[in-house]
Nanobody, 124 residues
Framework: VQLQASGGGLVQAGGSLRLSCTAS????????MGWFRQAPGKERRFVAG????????YYADSVQGRLIISRDNAKNTVYLQMNSLKPEDTAVYYC??????????????????WGQGTLVTVSS
């Protein structure tokens, strides 16, 4: 199993980035996908999740209305469109996958597979 995240970089406040995460080694379309982030010196936190078909999304309050999660099951890829970025969005972003009830989407310990992370830096 492999999750390969990409798309991070340096952007000015107010700018946009799109992260991608391509999966292999398991049946992508049967897993809930999530994005988490870890800022320097802080714990890893939930950012957004998307259901197996893409029909349901759930966001942390801090990113609601600015970040959009989506997936393309034909490409085994989940995306995180990041708009109106703020310096406090600076973190390493991780994609992850789990297969269980949707109610656990925020719970990192439920996720079985993790990507390597991609760094997003937002300058003020």
């Amino acid at each position: 199993v492999q999750l390969q995240a990409s798309g991070g970089g340096l952007v000015q406040a107010g700018g946009s980035l799109r992260l991608s995460c391509t999966a292999s080694g398991y049946t992508f379309s049967t897993y809930i996908m999530g994005w988490f982030r870890q800022a320097p010196g802080k714990e890893r936190r939930f950012v957004a999740g998307v259901s197996e078909s893409g029909g349901y999304q759930y966001y942390a309050d801090s990113v609601q209305g600015r970040l959009i999660i989506s997936r393309d099951n034909a490409k085994n890829t989940v995306y995180l469109q990041m708009n109106s970025l703020k310096p406090e969005d600076t973190a390493v972003y991780y994609c992850a996958a789990y297969k269980d009830d949707w109610r656990w989407v925020r719970v990192s310990s439920k996720y079985a597979y993790w990507g390597q992370g991609t760094l997003v830096t937002v300058s003020s």
